[in-house]
């Protein structure tokens, strides 16, 4: 595993862990440009009951505001799951340069597992992918924040 892929997921990861604190589906992201972290989000959609509030898109408006342009074309994305088609778009738009990302997304999956927009040719802009770095640890937050809803449904 690349070091810098390992600790960038690290942070977030972090990131996930305060979606969950918040009752959000833990997911988190960070924009990074040349070593610096510039971007940074999670998982708002409950809090702000807005259904593009994913870690992913958060993140990209955070990176886009703090270099003064749309264009993150040096920038990559760390996100603990797989970019769902909407975010997959923004990523896209954004021309980022890479995305890595911990767990596979078997249900809304746009970057391998139903559909992968961010390699596909017919678009201007492809993205270079990386895929299941630290996806136990993702994957993980996700199956114990839904089991503990269920838990708390049922109790």
Known sequence: MNQPDNYYMDIALEEARKAAAKLEVPVGAV????????????????????????AEMIAIRAA?????????????????????????GAILQARLKKVVYGATDPKAGAAGALYNLLED???????????GVRAEESSQLLKDFFRQLRLGKDG
């Not at 070593?35 to 509030?53: C, F, K, M, V, W």
């Open 31 to 54: 924009v990074v440009n040349s070593g610096q972290i510039i971007g940074r989000g999670h998982n708002l959609r409950e809090a702000s009951q807005d259904p593009t509030s994913h």
């Open 64 to 88: 886009a505001k703090e270099i003064g342009s749309w264009r993150l074309e040096e920038a990559d994305l760390y996100v603990t799951l797989e970019p769902c088609p909407m975010c997959a």
């Open 121 to 131: 040719n017919r678009f201007n802009h492809q993205v270079e992918l990386v895929t």
